[in-house]
């Protein structure tokens, strides 16, 4: 089997690896307007289809 070259996956003892919550908090905000640009969109297109289908099926 080959295998991909991947970074050592043996942390170092006193170093503590970064949840994934923090990793993606720390890219929102090195992002910062996208990310907030892509949330409200994809809150407002939610809702439309939300409210579209409560109006075809009343």
């Given amino acids: 089997m080959s295998q991909t070259s991947q970074p050592s996956a ?3 003892p006193d170093e503590v690896t970064p949840s994934y ?3 993606a908090m720390r890219n ?3 992002k910062g ?3 907030l640009f ?4 994809t809150t407002i297109g939610l809702l439309g289809l939300l409210i ?4 075809l099926t009343r």
């Fill in 10 to 12: 043996d942390p170092k």
């Fill in 21 to 23: 919550v923090k990793l």
């Fill in 28 to 30: 929102m905000v090195k």
């Fill in 33 to 35: 307007g996208k990310s």
């Fill in 38 to 41: 892509h949330f409200f969109l």
């Fill in 52 to 55: 579209g289908l409560a109006y």
